[in-house]
């Protein structure tokens, strides 16, 4: 009986050893998006949004920002039919702000802080309160199910 026992601990511990490494390889090699939760999620596809949108005229980054846009797509449930244009008018109200830093404009001509705005809609009340409103079940994590 205690060969029976310990056989069995042994192997449950190889099999949790077994996980925990490939959970730590993973975590290397796969997006982490879908251990957040929705909520996270859509607000991570907004400022990705906003990125490709600043930086559209540098291909690269507006394709990779724009992929991640399409990946987050598919780790967060929200209003499909309200989300694109409360996405957009949001995202281009915020770079269409007209930042100023005289000390950076004397040394950088045509400096526009995009990202710095990018990064103040992803703290915005504004967002917030678009997660409130379009995503269903913010607080739920994508691998906990549907």
């Known amino acids: 009986m205690k060969k029976v026992l310990l056989g069995i601990l042994t192997g449950s511990i190889l099999m949790l050893l077994t996980s925990v490494t490939y959970a730590k390889d993973d975590a290397g090699t796969s997006p982490e998006a879908g ?37 987050l797509r598919d780790w967060t ?9 409360a996405i957009k008018t949001l ?18 001509q045509g400096v526009r802080f995009d990202l710095l705005k990018c ?10 309160a678009q997660v409130k409103s379009l995503v269903f079940h913010p607080k739920r994590i994508y691998r906990q199910g549907k």
């Open 119 to 128: 990064l103040d809609l992803y703290h915005s009340k504004e967002l917030d």
């Open 35 to 71: 251990a957040r939760t929705y909520g996270q999620n859509y607000k991570d596809m907004v400022l990705a949004t906003c990125i490709a949108d600043a930086y559209k005229g540098d291909k690269q980054a507006a394709v990779d920002a724009g992929s991640s846009v399409s990946a």
């Open 91 to 108: 995202v281009d109200r915020y770079l269409a702000r007209d930042y100023h830093n005289p000390l950076v404009e004397s040394e950088v």
């Open 77 to 85: 449930e929200y209003d499909l039919e309200k989300a694109p244009d």
